[in-house]
């Protein structure tokens, strides 16, 4: 893979593992709704940056430094979790008002979790290093998180090296 491929990767794997524990914060800021909550929260925040990262996507694909077939998977990818995430709230059945009505608000409200999930981030992510942030449900959502670390961490790493292969190639009289 080239390297602005890694680093479209490597965002879109971003988009979930930085809106994790700020989600889940923000799911459980008023009473504890249970595991479809934390789970719509979360898929409704990354895929709030999905679409930004779809956005970044299509400007590569613009400048031809990114395949289309990439941002075809990364639509694909917003559009399931937008899909499983809305699902996870319909199950919650409306407890105690929650819930945002239609797929469209879900969407809307996605942008809203995506940026306060963000904020949230610094307050949360010690809770969530230490497991202090998750209830006993919430365990399959922490193991989630740590497979994106770690997927985000090999992503990282060959796109680094990807980028140092890239710039050796260059010829030195090009301008950047």
């Known amino acids: 893979m080239r390297a602005t491929e890694l680093r479209f990767w490597l965002m879109v794997t971003l988009a979930f593992v930085l809106t994790q524990p700020?989600?889940?914060?923000l799911a459980n800021w008023d009473a504890p709704y249970g595991f479809y909550k934390d789970l719509s929260v979360w898929l409704s925040s990354s895929a709030g940056g999905l679409l930004l990262v779809i956005a970044y996507g299509l400007y590569e694909w613009k400048r031809e430094k990114l395949g289309y077939a990439n941002i075809v998977l990364a639509a694909v990818i917003m559009v399931l979790a937008t899909i499983i995430g809305y699902r996870a709230e319909l199950?919650?059945?409306?407890?105690?008002?929650?819930?945002?009505?239609?797929?469209?608000?879900?969407?809307?409200?996605?942008?809203?979790?995506?940026?306060?999930?963000?904020?949230l981030l610094p307050f949360s992510l010690p809770y969530a290093l230490t497991g202090d942030l998750y209830?006993?449900?919430?365990?399959?959502l922490a193991v989630a998180w740590v497979v994106m670390i770690i997927i985000a961490v090999v992503l990282l790493a060959a796109y680094i090296k990807a980028r140092k292969e890239e710039k050796l190639r260059e010829p030195e009289g090009r301008a950047p």
């Open 135 to 140: 209830y006993p449900y919430d365990h399959p």
């Open 22 to 25: 700020g989600s889940i914060a």
């Open 91 to 119: 199950a919650l059945g409306g407890e105690m008002g929650y819930g945002s009505g239609n797929i469209v608000l879900f969407v809307i409200g996605g942008f809203i979790g995506l940026a306060l999930s963000i904020m």
